[in-house]
T-cell receptor, first 110, second 113 residues
Framework: QQQVKQSPQSLIVQKGGIPIINCAYENTAFDYFPWYQQFPGKGPALLIAIRPDVSEKKEGRFTISFNKSAKQFSLHIMDSQPGDSATYFCAATSGSRLTFGEGTQLTVNP | GAGVSQSPRYKVAKRGQDVALRCDPISGHVSLFWYQQALGQGPEFLTYFQNEAQLDKSGLPSDRFFAERPEGSVSTLKIQRTQQEDSAVYLC???????????FGSGTRLTVV
């Protein structure tokens, strides 16, 4: 059962563009929403995370927007670079369990 | 250590063989998790330990899967009588606090032939 739905499945942007990845959830028990970046052959690495009492969080070029009433959140990558090409996963935590979205494969062309 | 270490990095098993996958978490991390990642998918929760206690094993797909962490540090995921559908990357993660700040290892890619 997919509790966190992520879109799009893949995304191609030019260098300097602002890719946006969207996620939606149903379980109101989720209380922590991290984003992970994964390169081929590596495990997911934590990028940025937000709690539901905050509507936006920015760390460097990465921004999370959170809409609690709509149960949606999104990742924006400012001034994207070819080195940002990776698979991005949204996730949500309830208690000890981390539930992942299906992933977005981002390609940033030079 | 500096990160979560998993071994082996790659494992090829013949169908029906038993396999054991090892995870060395970050020193001092009390929480340890196993996830299964199928090709092109997000990781799926398998099981969770707090110290040596296995507090949640509801994600284990069958009774062929077994995990242990006897001394509260190193953990082993064992799969008995492997099947082709077990082919996946098995990821281990650890954290100092429950629910936050997971650090993942690079995983073990299991291929069952």
């Amino acid at each position: 059962q997919q509790q966190v739905k992520q879109s799009p499945q893949s995304l191609i942007v030019q260098k300097g563009g602002i890719p946006i990845i969207n996620c939606a959830y149903e379980n109101t028990a989720f209380d922590y929403f991290p984003w992970y970046q994964q390169f081929p052959g590596k495990g997911p690495a934590l990028l940025i995370a937000i709690r539901p009492d905050v509507s936006e969080k920015k760390e460097g070029r990465f921004t999370i927007s959170f809409n609690k009433s709509a149960k949606q959140f999104s990742l924006h990558i400012m001034d994207s670079q070819p080195g940002d090409s990776a698979t991005y996963f949204c996730a949500a935590t309830s208690g000890s369990r981390l539930t992942f979205g299906e992933g977005t494969q981002l390609t940033v062309n030079p | 250590g500096a990160g979560v270490s998993q071994s082996p990095r790659y494992k090829v098993a013949k169908r029906g063989q038993d396999v054991a996958l090892r995870c060395d978490p970050i020193s001092g991390h009390v929480s340890l998790f196993w996830y299964q990642q199928a090709l092109g998918q997000g990781p799926e929760f398998l099981t969770y330990f707090q110290n040596e206690a296995q507090l949640d094993k509801s994600g284990l797909p069958s009774d062929r899967f077994f995990a242990e962490r006897p001394e509260g540090s190193v953990s082993t995921l064992k799969i008995q009588r492997t099947q082709q559908e077990d082919s996946a990357v098995y990821l281990c993660a650890s954290s100092a606090t429950v629910g936050y700040g997971y650090t993942f290892g690079s995983g073990t890619r299991l291929t069952v032939v």
